[in-house]
């Protein structure tokens, strides 16, 4: 494992160590894949796309095919049920990476090194870095960070699968490096109860509110739901905190053990002032009533979590909210160098020692069906009617080629055996950082609506949503969070969305005015494309039906899907729902149906 003189060695020089990596990072990316491609050249895999033996970086880019996970899905499952020949990696694979599995069903497994999983974890170190140098006073108190672990499972290799963050949480450089500087003792973050570990990193939090200088988790979903979880919890917190004693349900020794160290005695006052905080019937600004001396909200917000920044910026009275870091299972992609930008404004800088990328271009609004061609080498070409135009997808540019302003599919070569690999997300070219591009977050390229010939992407039914819920926020009204699906039960089918609504003033359910949500159904019907409009004309698609839920209704899906072995800490919702029992409970929580008119277009 990386050890503390590489950790002391990023604290002392990691400005400067971002500044070489930026500032060369053309030659650096080069050199990764000479460097991969001379240690991997042989092995089962690449061996099949080199002629006697010619490895060089342009026959790499001329012959090695761009695939999806499920191209390579069976080399991996071999590597999981035991071979252990040079399958894709010339080093001995030591364990695998489980992607979230949120949005697509089952989980990938993504292998890793010894090698590669140290060099990731150099990145939250940068980050800290940054943030520190950036906003004042984060190195004079401690973070309140909420984080969580999930049952690592046993592949019949032996080798062992786990998300990346609880393999993370588990290593030593987080044990002695950043926990250390953390509200929540190590035993409550390593708790494999969610429930008793969100209650005990709540109670310490509050018990060392006054050290507290940071806020965060790994996901905005996270913090949305620890609010909720605030909400039905304080008054059991605040009578821990007035009589020292913890709650009898926590029955996990060490999480128990661990926050009776900092539960130690009765404080009656401190019980009183956050009893006083939270009976305030609104909760506006409540993370800076209970936390003063905050100075940033930090989680992830771009992508499918942006839809909460409305509501941690609610909650945050003020405070700054940081996005730190953007990339997937498969790789690191940058971080936030800026991160006092706006939520929606935030741009990341690639760190070229992560992986090797290359950044396949799409449509300029980044949004539209994503094309499954084939992509055996030089380019593809594709006709798109439902856009009356040509789409063209040139060959796959490098790092030192993209442009400022296009939209790109990221396509990663990793140090771990993953060979030009479609990611799925798409990036926006904000700018340069030395040599190294900026870019936003846009959202994967997923379909997640189909009905007969329409197809409509996270992308478009996000902006679609977006529009539509200006027309809620004159009236005080946010929308927390949403899903959908498509309904063929019915012919013609229609796209039904969920949206869980909340007053501003306090979590009571607005009062539902037909026509306004009505107005809501339009909006995002005539924000889709032209395909969808044409079908919806001749009947072929029903007006859109848009079914709102009461307040905690996500909660319960966010349960649900937890149960079914997603993890709380990289739970995203998701965007388009295809499990009939998830439908069912949001069903469940219904409090209002509206649809568009029938004759719209």
Known sequence: MAGEKEIKEIYENGMKILEELTSNAHEIQEQMLEEILIRNAGTEYLSRFFVHGQNHKQNFKTNVPIVTYEDIKP??????????????????????????????????????TTESFEKRMVKPLLVDLVMKKCISGLDQGKSFYLFFVKPEM??????????????????????????????????????LDNKQSMYCQLLTGLLLRDEVVRIGSSFASVLARSIKFLEDYWKELCSNIRTGYLSDWIADPACRNATSSILTRPEPELADLIQQICEDKSWEGIIKELWPEVKCISSIVTGSMSQYIPLLEFYGGGIPLVSPNCGSSEACFGINLKPLSKPFDVSYTILPN??????????????????????????????????????TVNKPVD?????????YEVVVTTLAGLYRYRVGDILKVTGFYNKSPEFQFVERQNVVLSIDLDKTTEVDLSKAITKAKLVLEPFGIMLTTYSSYADTSLTPGRYVLFWELKMKGSN?????????????????????DFTYKS?????????LELRVVKHGTFDELMDFYVSKGASISQYKPPCCLKSEE????????????????KTMF
């Open 154 to 191: 046993e592949t019949p290799s032996g080798l062992m699968a786990s998300l990346y963050t609880t393999s993370y949480f588990k290593t030593q450089i987080f044990k002695n490096g950043l926990a250390k500087f953390c509200t929540s003792p190590i035993d409550t973050i390593l708790c």
């Open 582 to 597: 998830a439908v069912k409970l949001l069903n469940l929580g219904m409090v209002g149906t509206f649809f568009s008119p």
């Open 75 to 112: 080399y991996i499952d071999r590597i999981a049920n035991g071979e252990t020949s040079s399958i894709l990696f010339a080093d001995p694979i030591t364990q695998f990476i489980q992607s979230t599995g949120t949005s697509e069903g089952k989980p990938k497994l993504i292998p890793m």
């Open 399 to 407: 790092l030192a080629n993209v442009k400022n302003g296009r939209y």
């Open 535 to 543: 079908l919806r004309k001749g009947g072929v698609i029903s007006a």
């Open 354 to 391: 992560m992986a090797y990328f290359e950044f396949l271009p799409v449509n300029n609004d980044g949004g539209g069906m994503s094309r499954e061609f084939e992509l055996r080498g030089a380019s593809a070409t594709e006709s798109s009617e439902s856009t009356n135009e040509t789409t």
């Open 508 to 528: 009571d359910l607005p009062k539902l005015d037909a026509k306004i949500m009505e107005e809501c159904c339009g909006i995002v019907e005539e924000s889709f």
